[in-house]
């Protein structure tokens, strides 16, 4: 499901929400950059837009190695919940000030502070207005 709103994406369920711009085939968002072909995006856009991505569509990562070409940035765990089923992170990529909510299974543990990279599924991710 690919919401088109702010208003749909969060109606639907829990989301983050990254301000974006593109600019020559990349999208920038405050700290980081990604390439459109990456996240599925038409390279020719121009313009700001709101990225969505629910937390299950983020896995955290201890390294980035072995990965491959995988969308990963740095990012560090500022606080944790867990749920029985699952543990729901609030971490914060490196350069931004806002958090991200990542959903990840009960043997998946990171503790507050621990530096992660997150994977992004470019397939998950909605572009919206």
């Given at each position: 499901?690919?919401?088109?709103?702010?208003?749909?994406?969060g109606?639907?369920?829990?989301?983050n929400?990254i301000e974006?711009?593109?600019?020559?085939?990349?999208?920038?968002?405050?700290?980081?950059?990604?390439?459109?072909?990456?996240i599925?995006?038409?390279?020719?856009i121009?313009?700001?837009?709101?990225?969505?991505?629910?937390?299950?569509?983020?896995?955290?990562?201890?390294?980035n190695?072995?990965l491959?070409?995988?969308?990963?940035?740095?990012?560090?765990?500022?606080?944790?919940?867990?749920?029985g089923e699952?543990w729901d992170?609030?971490?914060?990529i490196?350069?931004?000030q806002s958090l991200?909510?990542?959903?990840?299974?009960?043997?998946?543990?990171?503790?507050v502070?621990?530096?992660v990279?997150?994977?992004?599924?470019?397939?998950?991710?909605a572009?919206?207005?």
């Open positions: 499901m690919n919401p088109k709103t702010r208003y749909v994406a109606f639907i369920g829990r989301t929400l974006a711009r593109w600019n020559n085939g990349t999208v920038e968002c405050a700290g980081f950059n990604i390439p459109a072909e990456q599925g995006v038409p390279s020719n121009a313009g700001t837009a709101t990225l969505s991505i629910r937390p299950q569509g983020i896995q955290l990562h201890r390294s190695q072995d491959g070409q995988k969308l990963l940035l740095p990012a560090k765990v500022c606080g944790r919940s867990y749920l699952s992170y609030s971490v914060m490196q350069g931004q991200l909510q990542v959903a990840a299974p009960p043997f998946d543990v990171h503790a502070g621990d530096p990279w997150l994977e992004f599924d470019s397939r998950q991710i572009v919206v207005n």
